[in-house]
Structure formats: C-alpha cells, structure tokens
C-alpha cells in the first residue's frame, strides 16, 4: 500500500493540471475528539434524540413546528464541540496542507468546527457549520451566532435572553442553524456545492476520510473525481459506499486503518517528496 501510494502521491504532485489533493472527511475523523457519530446505536442522534428518527428531528420541517426544542438539541451539541479538542487526525492534515499550500483543499462534512480551530485554512464545509445562524423565512445574511448564548446541558431550556437573540431583526421569525438539514438541499451559498465539484473536477487525488458515503454530494465529488481521471484513496476501517463505487476501477487505493496511521504515512510520504 505504501509504495502505490508514494507512487501516485509523486505522479500528482509533478502535475502541471488536475494536480490538486483534496481530502474529504466525516463524522469518523472527529470520532477520537469523543464527538459521537451521527448514526447507530451510539451515535449523536440516538443519544441526542431518543424519541426521533434523525430524518424526522433534523429537518428544517421539524424546526419550524419546534423550533425551541431544535435550538435546545443545537446548543447542546455546540457545548459538545466546545469541549471537544481536535485530535491527531486534524493535526496531520494540518501539516499536510502546510506541505501543500495552494494545490491542498478540505472538504468536509463536519460542523464541529475542529478542522478550522486545528488551524486548516483551505476549508469547504458542505454541510455548514455550528458558529453561523441565518433567517428561517429567509432574509437578511448569513451571520455569526451571537456570543453571549451558551452551550447547553441535554436537558437545559433557552433563556428569554436566548430567544430574543434568537429572532431575526428584519422579520422577527426565527433564526435557524447554518447546517444542512436532511429534508434540504446542496447548494452554493451554505453548501458550496459547485465549488466543490470543481475542485473535485481538478483532484488528482481524493481522500476519504473517516465518510462512508451517505449523503449525495460527497458521492458526486468522488464521482466527479473518478471521470476526470483522478485517483480515489479510500481511508475508512470498515468498507462504506464508496468502497463500492470504486471496487471495480483501476484508480484506487483503499486503506483500511485509522484515519492517524494513514494520514501520517501520507504526510511523511508527501515530506519526502516535497524536499525533492
């Protein structure tokens, strides 16, 4: 596995076009921050929503008929991330893209915020972010959540304070998290969904990284990189649905290690390479 790599890493890297290296994560990379996966028996919405199925409770439907007890749900997580500290999965492609500079770029399904406070720059957040709120009915710009509403315990309500801050100034509705919520979908603004298929457009190589491919865009992006000859590296412990995708083609590696033995065997490889 480390030779095909190194060799593909070097074949990319002397490119002139379609040399970019993307690295695509999910839930699994944040997993050793203690930041729960979002489904099975012991993941966030299971714990976080007992009586609800994800599809029913994390739809923009179900906010608008509670939105109090969506918000309740949301600062409880934002409380989670808070604590959480990012771990050496994040570090590694920290120092990855350090070794790359302008031909590296994250995408990332991840709200968490832990690949941005790890000190990643080159970030698309395709499913949004837990920091940024925006008008349910709306108007106004997206804007940052205001400072002074806290991180909640599972069975702590909003203040008055919260629901006041929580309101939009034009209309007076309600303002929603900026994620992506399952009866939604991609776009540009919020999702940078056609920035992303670009980039993938331009990938040389595309790391999936602790994803398994269950939601639409981050399928298309491995899609999209695998018809303009790029090379998928698949880094998950189990197979997922892009294994899938990729089992009968030629460009592929897949990897089946945690996230830390991989990403650092991929930077030591890229060091070597770099000082070439």
């Not at 029913?56 to 109090?68: A, Q, S």
């Not at 309500?157 to 309600?174: P, R």
């Amino acid at each position: 596995m480390k030779e095909q790599l190194a060799k593909i890493i070097k074949e990319v890297y002397s490119k002139k076009n379609r040399n970019l290296f993307t690295f695509l994560t999910g839930a699994g990379i944040s997993a050793d921050s203690g930041i729960p996966i979002y489904r099975g028996v012991d993941g966030i919405w299971v714990k976080g929503t007992k009586f609800h199925k994800p599809e029913e409770f994390g739809t923009f439907k179900y906010f608008k008929e509670n939105p109090e007890e969506v918000w309740q749900y949301s600062l409880f997580r934002k409380k989670m991330f808070e604590n959480a500290h990012a771990n050496e999965s994040h570090k590694e492609i920290v120092e990855i893209e350090n070794l790359l500079q302008d031909r590296f770029h994250l995408i990332t399904q991840n709200i968490d915020n832990l690949h941005r406070r790890s000190g990643t720059n080159r970030i698309y957040e395709i499913h949004g972010n837990n920091r940024e709120i925006k008008c349910s009915n709306g108007c106004q710009a997206i804007e940052y959540l205001p400072a002074e509403i806290e991180g909640k315990d599972i069975d702590e309500d909003l203040t008055e304070k919260d629901i006041e801050l929580l309101k939009c100034k034009e209309c007076g509705g309600w303002m929603r998290p900026n994620i992506l919520w399952f009866d939604e979908r991609y776009d540009e603004k919020t999702n940078k969904k056609f920035s992303s298929l670009k980039m993938a457009k331009n990938s040389g190589l595309l790391f999936i990284v602790g994803t398994s491919g269950a939601t639409n865009l981050p399928m298309a992006i491995a899609e999209t990189t695998l018809k303009y000859g790029g090379t998928i590296v698949d880094i998950n412990t189990e197979d997922n649905l892009f294994t899938e995708l990729i089992k009968d083609k030629k460009n592929k590696i897949i990897i089946r290690e945690t996230s830390t033995e991989a990403l650092k065997i991929i930077r030591e490889l890229l060091e070597n390479i770099v000082k070439e």
